[in-house]
């Protein structure tokens, strides 16, 4: 199979199922003829036209109501959020309404709401958070994160063939970095199962999104010292524990790594489970290496310093390794 980008991976699944299903329709800001902001959805509105590629004015409210308006009457949405920044506009339709209509009227309400979301663009304090922790926890929601150019495909399939709302963030720096085997069509990933990227026997690392990459570059860097096994969540809620607690069972060491600031994202459910469910597999204390709890610099070496990287990675893992 030839090989894509992450983001040639996304549109691509996005055009197979609009093929698939007359029902899926697009929505946001400039997705039409400009092709969005990052060009995921450019050329979509020359094959699908302005009735299934709809542009919208700058209102993140507005368009994800009328998702959940499209998806009450038998539709299946998408919508395009710029940049995860601004799903905050739009937090209490999503956590008030979205995520708790299946549940108080026993309708079905299949919708995607597409989040880029990271740093490592000069994106600043407005255009470069990681806020997909806000929404960990929240009944009635599905929050998926591909760290795969497969995942990219197969997650985004399987979110929009789903009945509940589905976060999906994918990551901004990602999209022209990260190339792999073009999925075949119609593969689809299942939403709520982790994955191992990587056998190890000395230190797990847990992670999803951008984290798998950085994660599996510094395994292999540090090979000859540590032997690392690198899981991936794919799916951040609901969370699937039961790889982690297995590889624990081998390593006895657990860092968990993540964009998102240390008090946010998903690390910290990850770390509560693991001490409530696997705390006598663990021989040494739990670590979580995530950026402090500051806004995303805007500055290149202010955001450099700020988001993990090889060099700091490296150091967390031989600090646990030595304790």
């Not at 119609?186 to 951008?210: F, L």
């Amino acid at each position: 199979m030839p090989e894509i980008t992450y983001l040639e991976a996304i549109t691509s699944a996005l055009r197979d199922a609009m093929r698939d299903d007359r029902s899926v329709f697009m929505i946001g800001e400039d997705i039409g003829h400009f092709g969005g902001p990052f060009g995921v959805t450019k050329g979509l509105i020359d094959e699908f036209g302005p009735e299934r590629i709809i542009d919208t004015p700058i209102a993140e409210e507005g368009f994800v109501g009328a998702c959940m308006g499209a998806a009450w009457m038998g539709e299946r949405p998408i919508a395009e959020l710029q940049f995860a920044d601004f799903i905050a506009c739009c937090f209490d339709a999503i956590v008030t309404v979205g995520a708790k209509t299946h549940w108080r009227s026993g309708i079905k309400l299949p919708m995607v709401l597409r989040a880029p979301y990271g740093g490592g663009v000069r994106g600043g304090p407005f255009h470069a958070s990681s806020p997909e922790g806000w929404f960990v926890g929240v009944a009635g929601l599905k929050v998926v994160a591909p760290a795969t150019v497969e995942d990219a495909y197969g997650l985004l399939r399987s979110a929009i063939d789903d009945d509940d709302p589905v976060l999906f963030f994918e990551h901004k720096g990602l999209y022209r970095r990260l190339k792999g085997e073009a999925p075949a069509t119609g593969t689809r990933t299942p939403i709520g199962k982790s994955i191992v990227r990587r056998a190890g026997s000395d230190v797990t690392v847990v992670t999803y999104g951008s984290g798998v990459d950085l994660a599996l570059r510094t395994a292999t860097a540090i090979e000859g010292a540590a032997s690392v096994e690198v899981i991936d969540l794919r799916t951040i809620w609901p969370l699937d524990l039961e790889p982690v607690l297995e590889s624990l069972g081998k390593t006895s060491r657990l860092l968990v790594l993540q964009e998102a600031a240390r008090s946010t994202g998903a690390g910290n459910l990850v770390l509560s489970r693991v001490a409530r469910e696997g705390f006598e597999l663990l021989d040494a204390p739990p670590a979580l290496h995530a950026p402090i709890d500051t806004p995303v610099p805007f500055a290149p070496e202010l955001e450099d310093g700020y988001l993990p990287s090889l060099d700091s990675l490296t150091r967390a893992l031989r600090d646990l390794l030595d304790y």
